[in-house]
């Protein structure tokens, strides 16, 4: 867990997701306790997991319309 990046943000998420790839390992969604036992979403949530992945999407939103999604694909 990081502090606000403001700006840097983008770039910090896409090593992470780049790295997350490589070591086929999901990073986990912080903070999330109470989850509907009707929404059948995997949310990873407050610890890591391994987790096979071929591709990844990221999304960042900074301050000022520093805005940003990419999609990673592991090389084969």
């Known amino acids: 867990m990081t502090g606000h990046l403001l700006g840097g943000a983008g770039g910090l998420e896409s090593v992470v997701t780049v790295l997350a790839l490589h070591h086929q390992k999901c990073p986990p969604t912080i903070n999330i306790f109470d989850q509907d036992p009707q929404c059948d979403l995997d949310y990873c949530a407050n610890t890591a997991r391994d987790m096979k992945m071929d591709v990844a999407i990221k999304n960042n ?5 520093t805005n940003g999604s990419l999609v990673f694909k592991r090389a084969p």
């Open 61 to 65: 939103f900074g301050f000022g319309g």
